[in-house]
């Protein structure tokens, strides 16, 4: 789970504070809107990042995190109500999120780099991490031990 948050963490990071300092330049962006229309990309970006790094949090290890995925519909909802959301609040309430409607090209940049985040999954995913397979020898970190289990145990 660690790899998966510092390596999400350093790309998000990254991408926020690039469109942050060179945002305008690179999305071409000009006009009196520009600020809001930049801060609100960035907003849309940052969501659509955390959406797809919902997907990849469905596994840690296997590679493709979409098996399964329509066979929950509590996840399929909170995906689906999230990204409404999001549309609504950016184009609809702009006055009240300090948000302006986005042309449809910046929509697209917004999904595509929230989208990276499964391709960065991927190649997070080929870092090799220590695992320990005996559980019982393992001391947590908080004091706490494992709650005994199995039929002797009940």
Sequence with gaps: MWRNIIGQS???ISVLVIL?????HLLKLSGSDDTKTLNTFIFNTFVFCQVFNEINSRD??????????FSSWVFLTVMFSTVTF????VEFLGTYANTVPLRWELWLASVVIGAASLVIAVILKCIPVETNKDDSTVKHHDGYEPLPSGPDMA
């Design 10 to 12: 350093i790309y998000q």
């Design 20 to 24: 942050q300092f060179d945002g305008k």
């Design 60 to 69: 840690m290890e296997k590679i493709n995190v979409f098996k399964g995925i």
């Design 86 to 89: 999001q549309i609504v609040i």
